[in-house]
């Protein structure tokens, strides 16, 4: 009997010491894995931003928007400090690759924010899903990249329109609104700039149009004459070219040196629509049209508050809300699925974390709502217009410019 006792007494001595200790280990059931958050460390989450070179305007406008949402959240998600660290993916398929590496090597990694440009997450997206990780662009715009058929990996979500959209749009504006019945278009080879001129040259055929001359830049071309020269035999009503600067600082300009091009109207897309555009460019940049995202309201107008405060200025890019929409959709998904244990550790599970951005719905974001589709779209292309350079861009230092027509 006193050995029943003493057994008694051992075995709630050892629920004692469990309870203190914080009880039974959490276990992983997720089939891709979890990433564990011990009591004391924070949830980590990573960028994969351009931020040096000529495009590290879309960084910075992206990482302002992730600060935001983490200050918008108290710094911490589940009581636990949010930390976030980052790499710089460049605008480059290589860029993409080495900071893909560089993320999925980090096992606290919970989820990213990233890519910028779609040739850099092209390049890393094998990487990251095969990581088992979840990536949300704010700015990737190519259709291939949420293309079952094209370069699409699970684990990827854009906050982004798809170029189908923007694509559309320019075409519709350029045909409808511009009454252009011809149009060339440039690229510089990468995918999103591809893509979107051929949305862009599709759509304006569908509508009647013609398009004249298709063709390439290499990046870091500086002599763009000899194809504005080919371009200028047939005189096009529109030139298309959506691609970045240096590039498109450089076709704009040279421009109106080419005779044959003398009443053709510029267009260009959200690669170019950053502050530093006009300056660079100078008096050909007046009266150029550019496409790119278009966001109103109390909350948006509340965003840039806390931006100019943060920051000072205006965002240089157009993607910051998308950038914030991404960041929110990532947290709030993380709170659905974290597995809570009672010393305060948490287990996030990939495959189930995965699961829960792809069943994103009606997301009351700055951006619109948004609902993600099973291979990552999760924006309605809703949110864009149509920007037009003035001379207030150009010499007066406005940014941005004012938007002239919505679809």
């Given at each position: 009997?006193k050995?029943?006792?003493?057994?008694?007494?051992?075995?709630?001595?050892?629920?004692?010491?469990?309870?203190?200790?914080?009880g039974?280990?959490?276990?992983?059931?997720?089939?891709?894995?979890?990433?564990?958050?011990a009591?004391?460390?924070?949830?980590?989450?990573?960028y994969?931003?351009?931020?040096?070179?000529?495009?590290?305007?879309?960084?910075?406008d992206?990482?302002?928007?992730?600060?935001?949402?983490?200050?918008?959240?108290?710094?911490?998600?589940?009581?636990?400090?949010?930390?976030?660290?980052?790499?710089d993916?460049?605008?480059?398929?290589?860029?993409?690759?080495?900071?893909?590496?560089?993320?999925?090597?980090?096992?606290?990694?919970?989820?990213?924010?990233?890519?910028?440009?779609?040739?850099?997450?092209?390049?890393?997206?094998?990487?990251i899903?095969?990581?088992?990780?979840?990536m949300?662009?704010?700015s990737?715009t190519?259709?291939?990249l949420?293309d079952?058929?094209?370069?699409?990996q699970?684990g990827?979500?854009?906050?982004?329109?798809?170029?189908?959209?923007?694509?559309?749009v320019?075409?519709?504006?350029?045909?409808?609104?511009?009454?252009?019945?011809?149009?060339?278009?440039i690229h510089?080879g990468?995918?999103?700039?591809?893509?979107?001129?051929?949305?862009?040259?599709?759509?304006?055929?569908?509508?009647?149009?013609t398009?004249?001359?298709?063709?390439a830049?290499?990046?870091?071309?500086?002599?763009?004459?000899?194809?504005?020269?080919?371009?200028a035999?047939?005189?096009?009503d529109?030139?298309?070219?959506?691609?970045?600067e240096?590039?498109?600082?450089?076709?704009?300009?040279?421009?109106?040196?080419?005779?044959?091009l003398?009443?053709?109207?510029?267009?260009g897309?959200d690669?170019?629509?950053v502050?530093?555009f006009?300056?660079?460019?100078?008096?050909?940049?007046?009266?150029?049209?550019?496409?790119?995202?278009y966001?109103?309201g109390?909350?948006?107008?509340?965003f840039?508050?806390?931006?100019?405060?943060k920051?000072g200025?205006?965002?240089?890019?157009?993607?910051?809300?998308?950038?914030?929409d991404?960041?929110?959709?990532?947290?709030?998904?993380?709170?659905?699925?974290?597995?809570?244990?009672?010393?305060?550790?948490?287990?996030?599970?990939?495959k189930?974390l995965?699961d829960?951005i792809?069943?994103?719905a009606?997301?009351?974001?700055l951006?619109?709502?948004?609902?993600?589709?099973?291979?990552?779209?999760?924006?309605?292309?809703?949110a864009l217009?149509?920007?037009?350079?003035?001379?207030?861009?150009i010499?007066?230092g406005?940014?941005?410019?004012?938007v002239v027509?919505?679809?």
């Amino acid at each position: 009997m006193k050995r029943t006792v003493y057994f008694t007494l051992l075995l709630l001595v050892l629920a004692l010491v469990l309870a203190a200790c914080g009880g039974q280990a959490l276990e992983c059931e997720d089939e891709i894995g979890c990433v564990e958050v011990a009591p004391d460390e924070p949830i980590t989450v990573a960028y994969m931003l351009t931020i040096s070179g000529p495009t590290a305007f879309l960084g910075e406008d992206s990482r302002g928007g992730i600060e935001i949402a983490i200050d918008d959240r108290g710094g911490e998600l589940l009581g636990h400090s949010i930390e976030l660290v980052g790499e710089d993916s460049l605008c480059s398929a290589e860029g993409g690759q080495t900071a893909a590496q560089k993320v999925a090597a980090n096992t606290k990694v919970v989820g990213i924010i990233g890519t910028n440009c779609s040739s850099a997450a092209t390049a890393a997206l094998p990487i990251i899903s095969e990581a088992g990780l979840v990536m949300i662009s704010p700015s990737n715009t190519a259709p291939a990249l949420t293309d079952p058929n094209g370069t699409w990996q699970p684990g990827y979500f854009r906050t982004a329109h798809n170029d189908l959209f923007q694509g559309r749009v320019a075409a519709d504006f350029a045909y409808n609104e511009l009454g252009a019945r011809t149009a060339a278009t440039i690229h510089d080879g990468s995918p999103y700039a591809d893509g979107l001129q051929a949305v862009f040259a599709e759509r304006f055929q569908e509508l009647g149009g013609t398009i004249t001359f298709q063709g390439a830049v290499n990046v870091g071309d500086t002599d763009m004459r000899p194809i504005l020269t080919n371009i200028a035999a047939d005189s096009p009503d529109v030139l298309y070219f959506p691609i970045f600067e240096p590039e498109g600082n450089f076709i704009a300009a040279q421009s109106k040196e080419i005779p044959g091009l003398e009443n053709t109207t510029l267009m260009g897309a959200d690669g170019l629509l950053v502050d530093s555009f006009p300056e660079a460019t100078g008096p050909a940049a007046e009266g150029m049209y550019l496409s790119g995202p278009y966001i109103t309201g109390s909350a948006y107008d509340e965003f840039l508050s806390k931006w100019e405060a943060k920051f000072g200025g205006s965002p240089p890019s157009g993607f910051h809300a998308h950038a914030y929409d991404a960041t929110n959709i990532l947290f709030d998904a993380i709170e659905k699925v974290a597995v809570q244990g009672d010393d305060g550790s948490l287990l996030i599970p990939r495959k189930a974390l995965r699961d829960a951005i792809a069943s994103t719905a009606n997301f009351n974001g700055l951006t619109g709502t948004l609902t993600c589709s099973e291979t990552g779209d999760c924006a309605t292309g809703e949110a864009l217009g149509i920007y037009q350079i003035t001379d207030a861009e150009i010499s007066g230092g406005n940014w941005p410019p004012e938007v002239v027509w919505t679809p």
